[in-house]
């Protein structure tokens, strides 16, 4: 298949399950995830519709992201979805309209500072940890109310629900279920923050029928990477 007919496919099925779900097919931001493919790559998907992209490692979409506003004037967005260490911080947040990957004290402390006097927050999505290992990135649902409240100090962020990951031994109702439950609990706290962020190539439309609102979508698109 082209890049144009799975572009094509992913857009169908994203419809297909919102309209499964009782769900509008604009309810779904399709966010197709570049790593590791040139920046050719999202000026192609510029030109077939696509507005949003994802990426994880700032070293690669920095100069990425410059890259294709640089060629193409068309209005879109960069999300960054990987683990952020808090001395990228200031060099992410000169191109990402949000971030994904909210996931520690730490990490928000250093948020908070760089954007303490931003004109615009810039959104963030909070990570969940769906698992007992406390040393996995992410916040324990447990304890997403009281992270929930530090960041809503934070002026320069504009919390907008959360992010979680199904796990690899696809219980999908399972986590996706627990991912929805935690945004009906941050809602008790921040009823604004209804973005529900999971789903990935394998699984998105499972994830559209637990309430995501943002889809992260690669390879089922983009094709095999490369490294």
């Known amino acids: 298949m082209s ?9 169908a099925k994203i419809a297909s399950a919102a309209l499964a779900a009782g769900r509008r097919a604009d309810e779904v931001t399709l966010i197709v995830v570049t790593k590791n493919h040139p920046a050719q790559l999202a000026l192609d998907l510029l030109d077939l519709g696509a507005r949003d ?3 994880n490692r700032d070293q690669e979409a920095g100069p990425k992201s410059t890259e294709v506003r640089s060629l193409s004037p068309v209005e879109h967005r960069w999300h960054f979805i990987g683990q952020l ?3 990228k911080v200031k060099s992410v947040l000169s191109y990402a309209a949000s971030i994904h990957s909210l996931d520690r004290l730490s990490l928000l402390d250093a948020l908070g500072k ?3 006097e931003r004109p615009n927050p810039v959104d963030v999505f909070i990570q969940l940890n769906l698992t007992d290992d406390q040393g996995r990135g992410g916040i324990q649902p447990s304890g997403l109310v009281e992270f929930a409240e530090s960041v809503l100090t934070k002026p320069g962020l504009n919390l907008v629900g959360v992010m979680g990951v199904a796990a690899l031994d696809h219980q999908l109702e399972r986590d996706f279920g ?3 439950s935690a945004s009906e609990l941050l809602q008790t706290i921040a009823p604004q923050a209804k973005a529900i962020s999971a789903g990935m190539s394998e699984d ?5 029928a637990f309430g ?3 889809v992260r979508i690669g390879s089922a698109i983009t094709g095999n990477r490369r490294y």
Do not use: D, M
Request: net charge neutral; no cysteine; aromatic share 10%.
């Open 3 to 11: 890049l144009a007919e799975r572009y094509g496919a992913a857009k």
């Open 53 to 55: 992209f994802g990426e």
């Open 85 to 87: 260490q808090s001395n």
């Open 114 to 116: 760089a954007t303490v």
């Open 178 to 180: 627990a991912i929805r």
């Open 204 to 208: 998105f439309e499972t994830a559209i």
């Open 212 to 214: 995501a609102t943002h």
